[in-house]
């Protein structure tokens, strides 16, 4: 089933400065996404679909013989505010608490002083209602930001970017996740000497345990698994 996917193999300055959906995929989302239907057409329809884990990569390598780069996706992140600082362009920040969005807000004012951010955070709930959609669209759409990034977790970000992609006036839209919190400064990220040789993973599960162990210890085996039987049985 990976070999399905469109895995973004070139620099992050090869992207079109036009209207893109841009996701990224790692094990455990394409583990989630062999279950999700919604979360798998969201993935396959991405513009660009960037590989963001070690075990991607690995995988590319295993079932196609192609050497890819990994791209986290505060990479992603850093390109786009500099390259917003660079044009005096807007972004804004879906997802996250209000307290996390202020401290994200009072960084970026000081590190990408150009860049004119605004930001929103939507409801706490499984599924949005129709009013919560309208009402999200109708601030970005007010604000029109060069780029949207979104950070609500997969597989929920993924989905409601690709199911609201086309009633969004913005130029790139972002799923990073994480990122919110890594920038904000409520989670640490992993040292860079670990996230060079791949065990980022490693470190957010010693990190988080209980939250982590069934996405990186489950998750990764049965990854792992998947990428077997596809390359040795299917």
């Known amino acids: ?27 455990y989302s394409y583990v989630v996404a062999l279950k999700d239907v919604e979360f798998n057409e969201a993935l396959l329809n ?38 917003l600082d660079e044009i005096k362009g807007k ?39 129709e009013e919560d959609n309208e ?18 977790t997969a597989p929920k970000q993924e989905k409601w970017a690709y199911f609201n992609f086309n009633k969004l006036n913005v130029g790139h839209v972002c799923s990073i996740g994480a990122v919110f919190d890594f920038y904000a400064g409520t989670i640490k990220r992993a040292p860079k000497w670990m996230i060079d040789i791949g065990l980022e993973w490693l470190y957010r599960l010693i990190k988080e345990p209980k939250r982590m162990w069934r996405r990186y210890i489950i998750g990764n085996t049965l990854f792992i698994l998947s990428i077997f039987k596809e390359k040795f049985i299917s």
């Open 1 to 27: 089933m990976l070999k399905k996917f469109k895995i973004f193999n070139k620099s992050l300055n090869h992207l079109d400065k036009g209207k893109l959906l841009i996701n990224t995929i790692n094990a």
């Open 91 to 129: 972004c804004f920040f879906l997802g996250s608490t209000n307290e996390t969005l202020k401290k994200i807000k009072k960084r970026a004012n000081k590190e990408f002083p150009n860049v004119k951010i605004d930001y929103f955070s939507p409801p706490y709930k499984p599924n949005f209602s």
């Open 46 to 83: 991405s513009n660009v679909l960037i590989p963001d884990g070690i075990s991607i990569v690995w995988a590319i390598k295993l079932l196609k013989n192609k050497k890819i780069k990994k791209i986290a996706g505060a990479d992603l992140f850093f390109y786009e505010m500099n390259r």
């Open 135 to 152: 009402l999200m669209i109708s601030k970005i759409n007010y604000f029109k930001p060069d780029v949207l990034f979104i950070g609500m």
